[in-house]
């Protein structure tokens, strides 16, 4: 029912929508998330936004998804927004304007893929450190990678 | 050797010069958990606080994406270690949902019945620490004999105190040991007995009203703006439970009561976990009455895998059993979001499968994280000492919210 009125209200602020295992999925250009998002909160309840993160597509041309999930608490549904972005320019505009959460959960796509969140003036490292190099969770970041805050101790040669 | 902080904090100038900047963690004995704040101080009162988590980052979802599906489920136990099986169980029914499996009935009620039982022992755990914090050391004991008691009972049916990869896709590892259930009772009627004197001791004790009623007061709104979920929401008077709102496993079936707060301060929250508790009884023994009969995993060899006793004497299991654990299972492509009512809120698997072996991405919705967001509106005002009640009722769980 609310799924239906949103593809039928919000037809303009969205390109494709589909359905995955009972949740309504909206896929949309970065400039529209803004206005969606504002429209979703205010009309259709969406006052719970739950998630941020991203998918990385290497071969892919725009790379990467920037997935949202919101809840609407008086509905009890759950939706999901992809917005496309490309390496060379991964931004997408910030939610800290409608939703305190987005603060945190933002700091960590911005860390973990590299994303940015334009108009959210506190990107710090969050579950990362301060001074760490490349985006641990795209595909070209080896797993086995190192890169210690403090050297590993020298293997004492002789005595004990 | 030079000195690098791992952190940065914004607060590292105060406004007024008579305030102090204040580091606490991120090993700190009274925070169960590895967090540092760095709050600013004017006298007793807190002005500023910067929280930093992270300490306890393992990678989880990098790891994931170069595991098989079944590999990934000891993973999973390290998230909330206080409540292994809630998790475990999330982490399968969003790979069952894209699989498509439709696991057994008692199956379904077992999980439900367990993901109780855990939640038993998870908010347990989480007043004993915070009371223990406030200095009731009597309470404390009381509640971790209790958890103890748990902890044995479900080592005895999984076979690990607190990681008990109990899961599997499909099904569960094992059915339940003989005389399972009835020890179950012993323990739930141990459990009323101890939660009674804990009420005693607590519900109208001067000393614990002092530091928790009206410490950490958040509205609805605040709420649900900041991103809480589970009891922390509830205790603000929003009666929202995935277990009533979007049911999964044995809920629907079962009759049960979502208790909720009236202020959503610290006392508010202790006691919606308190009640919680009764509620979680009745329905472990709602699902033990109704525990119906049956296998407790699907029969579908793409997925489970075969018995050892056909492993050992058939050439067909043998190759069964090689695939599932070499290649893994086969997970057909798309994307899942499956969230579970954890004790501490929601917990949620978004899941991308490419059809290979193991995820393509995988994501964690941790409530922790999502509440650590908005911990400093919880502590700016408040005492200095009121940080560790209010941040020991919040339950920050360092494997969950740090991954």
Known sequence: MIYQKITNNLKDLFDRSHDSHGMLVLELSPEKVLPLVTRLKEEFGFDLFLDVTAVDYPEREPRFDVVYHFYSSNQNKRIRLKVQVPETEPVVPTLTGLYGSARYLERETHEMYGIRFNGNDDLRPILLYEGFVGHPLRKDYPIDMEQPIVEYRKQVESGI | ?403
């Open chain 2, 1 to 403: 050797m030079e000195y690098k902080s791992p952190v940065r904090s914004y607060l590292e100038e105060t406004a007024d010069p008579n305030n102090v900047l204040v580091n606490l963690g991120p090993s700190h004995p009274a925070t169960h958990g590895t967090i540092q704040i760095i709050a600013e101080l004017d006298g007793e009162t807190v002005k500023k606080a910067d929280i930093h988590c992270g300490y306890l980052h393992r990678g989880f979802e990098k790891e994931a994406e170069h595991h098989t599906y079944h590999k990934i489920i000891p993973y999973t136990d390290r998230l909330n270690y206080c409540s292994s099986l809630n998790n475990n169980f999330a982490y399968a029914e969003a790979v069952e949902k894209l699989l498509g499996i439709e696991i057994t009935p008692r199956c379904k009620w077992l999980r439900t019945l367990l993901s109780e039982y855990n939640r038993v022992a998870d908010h347990v755990t989480c007043i004993a620490a915070t009371v223990m914090e406030m200095g009731a050391m009597t309470a404390f004991l009381y509640l971790m004999t209790i958890r103890d008691y748990i902890f044995e009972h479900l080592n005895h049916l999984t076979g690990a105190r607190l990681t008990y990869s109990y899961v599997r896709i499909g099904g569960l590892s094992r059915d339940l040991p003989e005389g399972w259930l009835e020890r179950l009772e012993e323990i739930l009627q141990f459990h009323e007995r101890y939660i009674n004197r804990i009420h005693g001791l607590l519900d109208r004790n001067r000393i614990f009203i002092d530091r928790t009623r009206n410490v950490g007061v958040m509205t609805p709104e605040h709420a649900l703006n900041w991103g809480y979920t589970g009891p922390i929401l509830r205790s603000t008077g929003i009666p929202i439970d995935l277990r009533k709102d979007s049911p999964y496993l044995a809920y629907p079936e079962l009759d049960f009561e979502v208790p909720v707060g009236i202020k959503g301060d610290n006392y508010d929250r202790y006691y919606v976990r308190m009640r919680e508790m009764d509620e979680s009884l009745s329905m472990i023994r709602q699902c033990v009455k109704n525990l119906p009969k049956g296998p407790v995993s699907v029969v579908d060899s793409r997925v489970v895998l075969p018995e050892k006793s056909r492993v050992y004497t058939q050439t067909e299991a043998v190759i069964n059993h090689f695939k599932l654990i070499i290649d893994g299972i086969k997970v057909p492509a798309g994307e899942v979001y499956s969230a579970h009512e954890a004790p501490n809120g929601e917990l949620g698997f978004y899941l991308v499968s490419d059809g290979s072996g193991h995820p393509y991405k995988m994501h964690v919705r941790s409530p922790s994280f999502a509440h650590m967001g908005g911990m400093h509106t919880l502590l700016e005002g408040y005492q200095v000492a009121d940080i560790i009640a209010t941040f020991g009722s919040m339950n920050m769980i360092g494997g969950e919210c740090d991954r």
